[in-house]
């Protein structure tokens, strides 16, 4: 398919693609940040929350569920991004240019809504504020004030991205700083707690393929499965903050600059190609494609198996087996669970303060995901809204940044804080399937045949479409359909 043809879609404008720094350590390290935008999600659902819950009820043996999980994302991630690197545009754009076109924004950004529209992130950072200011976990009764401090978190989040010249290099700075904490305090605090024997049974859980206890509970697992890694359009907002770090064609695009500290900038429309019968342009692609690989195998997926790892081999050495710990305070269950073991006063002040900024940093970088998303639908897909307010997409940017978090403060009420999270990780599992077939199609279809992935990752898509379909089609049919017909599984 010519992409500079598409129904319903601007036409593609034809580039150089621009050339890559010479790949060498120092230039890595300047160049990757994407995958720490991903990362500090990935620690502050799956890993700090769901995965300690999961291996606290069930076992260690089940951390085979995130080897499978993160080799399967690790590669949807890149076919994603390969389309961005070659036009510049964000992957939902390219569903957007497959039948019926403009249709796909907006399927993607309800689904978007379904995943992360309730800010449990907050509500859960409100419980280990709450934590440190009662110096116990809060009691049913104290819902009013978990919630107080949740709306306090979502605002704090919200209002970081009001700042600094570029919104994703914000998200880099406050994510590195995080995760370079998070990971070194969790890794010093199991090497005085955790016994060489738990190390060792989680390392064997990474292995342990196939091990499902019975009786277990289908919607925490798909929701294990759905946020081991990042999770569903989770995964998909990479393209877009690698559009605006300006890898590959990204740099012919533009990026979103922040209200206050940034400046305007004219963000392109429309995405741009390179000619790939150009041996310079082949050359530079496989630079880029470097880059990438350092920014999602190096750093995202080895820090998405360590930030899984450390905080479950703590949880389940410190807070009884079997427990379900999914309640108002389970940003906190950590932090107390070290202190009774420890009966130390600092431990338990550091573990709920790690706690809560890694459910902060993650509530950060999900309002931005979600925010440009629609943000980058509205902005391809409609001639009227890139002319309101003088073409300025700060201006859209920003009004749905601020009807996002009107929505959140409503939806902070509507249930536990961990159920909401739990809920939108089921849906991830679901949203795998979509994002896998649907990357299929338009990297088999919409890009050159030199840049189409070869035959092993378009069997990984598939088999990401089977696995995370599985885990969501048991969930579904165990809750709703056997449900209702009164049986169990």
Not at 188 to 206: H, N, S, T, Y
Not at 279 to 286: F, V
């Amino acid at each position: 398919m010519d992409l500079t043809k598409a129904p319903q879609m601007p036409a593609l404008r034809s580039a150089e693609l621009p050339e890559p720094p010479a790949f060498q350590f120092s230039n890595v390290m300047r160049m990757i940040g994407p995958g720490a935008i991903l990362l500090g999600l990935s620690i502050g659902s799956g890993e700090w929350l769901l995965g300690p819950a999961t291996t606290v009820r069930w076992g260690l043996a089940l951390l085979w569920v995130t080897t499978v999980s993160v080799l399967l994302q690790v590669v949807l991630n890149t076919e994603m991004a390969r389309y961005t690197l070659y036009t510049g545009e964000p992957i939902v754009t390219g569903f957007m240019r497959t039948a019926p076109g403009r249709m796909w924004g907006w399927v993607y950004s309800a689904l978007y809504f379904l995943q992360v529209g309730w800010p449990g992130w907050a509500a859960t950072a409100g419980g280990a504020l709450a934590f440190l200011y009662l110096g116990r976990l809060p009691a049913a009764e104290e819902a009013g004030l978990v919630k107080g401090f949740g709306y306090a978190t979502l605002v704090g989040a919200a209002t970081i991205l009001l700042l600094g010249r570029k919104i994703e290099r914000t998200l880099e700075y406050v994510n590195w700083f995080f995760i370079a904490w998070i990971l070194l305090f969790l890794f010093v605090l199991d090497l005085f707690i955790v016994p060489a024997g738990r190390w060792v049974e989680g390392i064997v859980g990474f292995f342990r393929f196939g091990t499902i206890p019975p009786g277990a509970d289908w919607f925490l697992l798909a929701a294990f499965a759905g946020y081991s890694g990042a999770g569903g359009m989770l995964n998909a907002s990479i393209t877009n903050w690698l559009r605006d770090k300006g890898f590959g064609m990204g740099g012919q695009v533009g990026y979103i600059p922040a209200l206050v500290g940034g400046r305007r900038v004219a963000v392109a429309h429309e995405g741009a190609v390179f000619d790939t019968k150009d041996a310079r342009n082949m050359s530079r692609w496989r630079t880029w494609w470097r880059y990438l690989v350092a920014d999602q195998y190096w750093l995202w997926m080895a820090g998405a198996f360590l930030g899984m790892f450390l905080p479950t081999i703590l949880a389940t050495t410190v807070i009884e087996p079997g427990a379900d710990i999914r309640g108002l305070g389970v940003g906190a269950r950590l932090a107390d669970g070290v202190s009774a073991a420890t009966g130390s006063t600092a431990l338990r002040f550091l573990t709920a303060l790690t706690g809560f900024w890694i459910l902060f940093s993650s509530q950060v970088s999900i309002i931005d995901g979600f925010v440009r998303n629609i943000t980058d639908t509205l902005w391809t897909g409609s001639a009227a809204v890139r002319r309101w307010r003088g073409g300025d997409l700060r201006a859209v940017y920003y009004v749905i940044w601020a009807v996002i978090l009107t929505w959140g403060c409503v939806a902070i009420n509507l249930a536990q804080p961990i159920m909401l999270i739990q809920l939108g990780a089921a849906m991830a599992s679901l949203i795998f399937v979509f994002l896998a077939i649907h990357t299929l199609v338009v990297n088999r279809t919409l890009l050159p045949a030199e840049l189409r992935p070869p035959a092993w990752r378009q069997a990984a898509l598939l088999a990401s479409a089977v696995f995370f379909g599985a885990f969501a089609g048991l969930w579904l049919y165990r809750n709703f359909f056997a449900r209702r017909e009164g049986r169990v599984l």
